[in-house]
């Protein structure tokens, strides 16, 4: 399908199963697949909200790894915030080599996991709404403090600001609900996936495409196994 045909194939989808009682409507995130040629899933999702009422949305998911992760911070934020309890997240390392060779990275995947980690360390500081300077291994972030100083940025050069006066004031982007509040969930596809160990750490939800009763219980056992390392019930 050509991108117009599939945005508007799904948003007659995401009104259908508004109508027949579905609860969570997922959109993935495929780019560079023809089959599901879709971006930017925040675009149909918050499409899709405005003509339906009772379904909850979330990308299935977000590939973390192919995004600068301040960015991908403020835009689920803000998403979450426009539809408040209808928004959940999802998340993973992605298991496509088109998509990381675009961004520059390894076709074998082997920073897909480590930059999944990292990325998401960067997201929660930037939805925590404090100042922070992070430097890892593959990205870099700072946050400055609410309100800018004359002349604390050089670029800025001098100027003068009366007393009083708002001068770029940072926008509360954080998720509905606060840092915390945000339902994650985690896709995994591989055997013992570290994505569902992940989730089982962080009381996250796990997030199986079923490729067979054997890889299912495997991805379980992964899952359950990190719940109980935390003192937690799968």
């Known amino acids: 399908r050509k991108d117009k045909e599939t945005f508007d194939y799904s948003l007659l989808l995401a ?8 609860r969570d409507f997922m959109v993935g995130e495929h780019g560079m697949q023809a089959w599901e040629n879709i971006p930017n899933p925040e675009l149909l999702i918050v499409g899709a909200a405005q003509i339906t009422e009772r379904m909850r949305f979330a990308p299935m998911a977000h590939i973390v790894p192919l995004h600068n992760p301040s960015t991908l911070a403020v835009q689920v934020g803000y998403t979450s915030q426009l539809l408040e309890d209808r928004y959940f997240l999802g998340v993973g390392a992605g298991s496509w080599e088109n998509e990381a060779v675009l961004r520059g990275q390894p076709g074998d995947l082997s ?77 995994g596809l591989s055997k013992n996936s570290p994505s569902h160990r992940l989730a089982g750490e962080r009381g996250w939800t796990p997030i199986s495409f079923y490729g067979g009763s054997e890889l299912l219980r495997s991805q379980w056992k992964t899952y359950s196994e990190a719940c109980q390392s935390v003192g937690a019930t799968a």
């Not at 009104?15 to 579905?22: I, L, R």
């Not at 990292?118 to 930037?126: A, R």
Request: glycine share 10%; proline share 5%.
């Open 111 to 187: 920073e897909a996991h480590p930059r999944l980690m990292e990325g998401l360390e960067v997201m929660d500081k930037v939805w925590r709404q404090e100042p922070f300077d992070f430097e890892g291994k593959y990205y870099k972030a700072s946050r400055l403090d609410a309100q800018i100083d004359p002349g604390s940025v050089a670029s800025h050069g001098s100027f003068k600001t009366r007393e009083g006066e708002e001068y770029h004031l940072t926008a509360d982007h954080s998720p509905h609900g606060g840092a915390d509040g945000l339902e994650i969930a985690v896709t």
């Open 15 to 22: 009104s259908a199963a508004d109508k027949f009682g579905y």
